[in-house]
């Protein structure tokens, strides 16, 4: 029980101030409470005095009304610093810098293939809200009700050493009893934690693959996994109710038998006139308030072993490997792009074999190739979405891993194929890689990437909020806006994979002419499968099977049997064809 306290105390960080005071004013609240102990004493002893005076009765009153009072004050600030603690050491742990939102900006792309997207929403959702609700609260609830129950054992002592001895007895044996049971749930809880992420993990395919479930019938039978994660989930929160079900059982009548005792002591000391009347009361009384604080605390640690896993678990993103990060913030004149022997792969499948290439400063180069020949992940390493394995890639002449992750983003914007909007305003969505735009500067961009009509179009224009990934709009609105983002950037380096292959064929023209003026000045790749994208490329590498196996320009690569060759008349073909 102590090292999982001392893994929440590590956890909050930050938050360890708020924490200590408000275990300070819970000490406080236990010597408030104290003073409703001290009115019930000059009651019980103005009733086996027989005292008809009404000083008693005022002296208790006021005892009373400083108790709750003095309580009151202790519990309401306290709570405020529990919850102040809670909530923001699992924000700190999400957003913070070197925590959770800051890791998963500085791991390899690579990490997402490979692990699951539950697993991260789950630890980043529900693991991190059992400690938000309960990490500091149980911390702190378990320290203030022990020390209640100290300062009431002490009074206990004080009273009858007797009595206090029954009642420490008491105590240690439902502390013996809660310390097992503490140590069984360990063994059960990372599992529950596991459950968890896995059912958030079945939830979030299945809503995004409902699409599919639909289009193929299958509503109420492509639906196993989920179910199979509620009753994972299910049987092992049935197996820690089992588990705790007997020791709870344990610790109630341990509790019960010795309040029985305590009693029966307190009545036979009196009776054999070892122990006079009113302390005999006090005692009873005293054993009785002491067990109630230390069964409070009880409660409080059957929820500890879980907050210690659920920090166990979300601690598991630090341990993530991320890329080296003792680059410098570079700022080249020049932005040449070079490939020298690079090779890269996915696991044991290899993408890349020895690419060495040259992209010159402020020229435009497309790259073609049939599909998985390795062209998206050419350009994501450019951005050091992934570290080579082999070779190195520089820009301006230094490797791109001697780049701070923020300097080196400052040198590239990028048009994804897969375009993400973010649940916001159209024009925040624009300003995402520059925020510090003006509004002025987002229309400009937004007309040159051919959006401007259609966003002027909506009810609320570039304040209009799209849906959670764009959902609102249709896909050749989307990547028009992602373009008008890149275009906002203005960075230095920009790449396009396959840019224009959801706009209307009546923007094409517009959006390509655009497109040429606006990069003119910069260093540009293009992935394209359009023959319009291709032609005006100051180069053209044609990539298969990881490799480069032409490059030139297009006069030069239609002149030369092969796969660029192929390319044109496949698409010139395509573009006679009618219905």
């Known amino acids: 029980m102590i090292e999982v306290l001392r893994k929440i105390w590590r956890f909050a960080g930050e938050e360890q101030g708020n924490i200590r005071k408000s275990m300070v004013l819970g000490f406080f609240y236990a010597i408030f409470h104290m003073f409703q102990i001290a009115a019930i004493y000059v009651v019980v002893l103005a009733l086996v005095d027989g005292s008809s005076s009404a000083a008693p009765t005022w002296q208790a009153l006021v005892l009373l009304l400083v108790s709750i009072l003095g309580r009151a004050i202790m519990n309401r600030f306290s709570q ?13 742990k999400r957003l913070q810098r070197l925590s959770m939102g800051d890791t998963l900006k500085r791991i390899p792309m690579g ?88 059912l958030v993990e079945a939830v979030l395919e299945q809503l995004q693959g409902m ?7 299958l509503t109420g039978k492509g639906d196993k996994r989920v179910r ?31 309040s029985v005792v305590i009693l029966a002591a307190a009545v036979w000391l009196y009776l054999s006139g070892s122990l006079p009347l009113a ?15 230390i069964q409070s605390a009880g409660s409080g640690v059957s929820a500890l072993r879980l907050v210690g896993s659920s920090i166990d678990h979300a601690n598991q993103v630090d341990e993530i490997p991320e890329m080296d990060q003792d680059g410098a913030a570079l700022h080249p004149d ?10 890269f792969s996915y696991g044991s499948r290899p993408i890349l074999k020895d690419v060495s290439l040259t992209i010159p400063d402020r020229t435009t180069t497309a790259i073609v190739g049939p599909s998985g020949s390795g062209k998206t992940t050419l350009c994501n390493l450019i951005a050091r979405f992934w570290d080579v394995e ?30 993400y909007l973010f649940h916001d305003t159209i024009e925040n969505n624009i300003k995402f890689g520059r925020p510090d735009a003006t509004h002025e500067q987002v229309v400009e961009a937004a007309r040159n990437a051919c959006c401007h009509d259609f966003i002027s179009a909506l009810s609320d224009g570039y304040d ?69 994208t291709v032609r005006n490329a100051d180069q053209i590498l044609v990539l298969d099977q990881g490799r480069i196996v032409q490059q030139g320009t297009h006069e030069e690569l239609i002149a030369q049997e092969g796969i660029y060759r192929d390319f044109v008349s496949e698409r010139t073909a395509a573009g006679h064809w009618s219905l």
């Not at 609260?137 to 206090?164: H, K, P, Q, Y």
């Not at 503490?182 to 992420?197: G, L, T, V």
């Not at 302390?279 to 604080?293: D, E, G, K, R, Y």
């Not at 020049?334 to 090779?343: Q, R, S, W």
Request: with cysteine.
């Open 80 to 92: 405020l610093q529990q919850t102040h603690a809670g909530y923001f050491m699992t924000a700190n």
């Open 111 to 198: 990490y997402f293939n490979d692990q699951s997207l539950g697993e991260l929403t789950g630890i980043a959702t529900t693991v991190l809200d059992e400690v938000e609700s309960a990490g500091a609260m149980v911390l702190v609830t378990i320290l203030g009700r022990l020390i209640n129950s100290a300062v009431m054992l002490l009074c206990t002592l004080f009273w009858d050493w007797r009595i206090g001895l029954l009642a420490l007895a008491g105590m240690a044996l439902y502390l013996l009893l809660l310390s097992r049971m503490e140590k069984q749930s360990a063994k059960i809880a990372p599992k529950r934690q596991r459950d968890e992420a896995r």
């Open 211 to 217: 699409s599919v479930i639909k289009s193929f019938n």
């Open 228 to 258: 199979q994660a509620l009753e994972d989930s299910r049987e092992n929160n049935l197996a820690v109710e089992k588990l705790f079900t007997p020791y709870i059982w344990a610790q109630e009548m341990t509790l019960h038998l010795f």
């Open 279 to 293: 302390n005999a009361l006090m005692a009873v009384i005293l054993s009785f308030l002491i067990f109630s604080q």
């Open 334 to 343: 020049a932005h040449e792009i070079v490939f020298d022997h690079v090779n």
């Open 390 to 419: 082999g070779g190195r890639i520089t820009i301006g002449g230094r490797d791109v891993r001697e780049y701070t992750l923020e300097s080196l983003m400052n040198q590239v914007s990028m048009v994804f194929q897969r375009v």
């Open 464 to 532: 209009t909020v799209i849906g959670e990934g764009g959902a609102t709009l249709s896909g050749g609105e989307k990547q028009r806006i992602s373009i008008a983002r890149c275009l906002l950037k203005d960075a230095p380096i920009v790449i396009f994979d396959e840019a224009t292959a959801n706009v209307d064929p009546e923007n094409e023209d517009q959006l390509q002419k655009a497109m040429e003026a606006l990069t003119r000045e910069k260093t540009v790749l293009m992935i394209a499968h359009r023959l319009k």
